[in-house]
């Protein structure tokens, strides 16, 4: 079976009115990404303002690959190489959910285990345990598996009253199934933060 490739990755980039700070992701990311790179690019702009996870899942839907770079309007990339590394940690290991690009000292405090149990020892993950069992799934910028979004059928079935809070449970949600989120084996990451204060979550 041949290796996938970032031709089978789409991209979706979420979306909620700051057009300055969609502006300079974009920027950033084909600094560092070659313009014709994704299959697909589906810029979801929540212009009814229903809230970020209704907006993924009619992103989803859309999409037609196996793989989905996940983005936000909000975030600044500064190296290259991140897409290809990410589809190898994912193919290498079915148990990974999606794969962190942040540094390894930004990660909200989330525990990074260098060593596991899992079967996969050259990328970190997040520790499945850490703060009540928040097993690191997240919206922030990162590789995943259109089928693991497809397999719960969509994630406002999970919706928990906010935005934040679902995260949360779908957090939990695929740690208690024994999934696990990597974070990229460069220490110094690919992606920075760029929204403080500017949050659009409901």
């Known amino acids: 079976m041949p290796s996938a490739s970032s031709r089978d990755v789409t991209l979706v980039l979420t979306s909620c009115g700051r057009f300055d700070l969609l502006a300079r992701t974009l920027s950033s990311l084909y600094t560092h990404v070659p313009a014709d790179a994704f299959a697909e690019v589906i810029i979801a702009e929540d212009w009814d303002r229903e809230g ?8 989803y ?4 690959t196996p793989y989905i770079f996940h ?3 909000d975030w600044e990339f ?4 991140f897409v290809e590394q990410s589809l190898d940690i ?21 525990p990074l285990l260098y060593e596991n149990s899992i079967g996969y020892r050259t990328s970190p993950i997040l520790d499945p345990l850490w703060s009540a069992g928040w097993g690191g799934f997240s919206w922030n910028p990162g590789l995943r598996r259109k089928l693991d979004w497809e397999q719960i059928g969509g994630y406002m079935r999970h919706w928990q009253g906010s935005d ?3 995260e949360a449970h ?8 024994g999934r696990v989120a990597a974070i990229i084996p460069e220490p110094s990451g690919y992606v920075r933060h760029i929204g403080e204060g500017r949050s659009t979550q409901r």
């Open 61 to 64: 839907a859309r999409v037609k």
């Open 164 to 166: 934040n809070r679902t």
């Open 78 to 81: 500064y190296r290259s190489g």
């Open 71 to 73: 983005a936000e309007c």
């Open 170 to 177: 779908l957090s939990q949600f695929y740690s208690n199934r």
């Open 52 to 59: 970020q996870v209704r907006n993924i899942d009619r992103a």
């Open 90 to 110: 994912l193919e290498q290991n079915p148990t990974i959910l999606q794969v962190w690009l942040r540094a390894h000292n930004d990660t909200n405090g989330h």
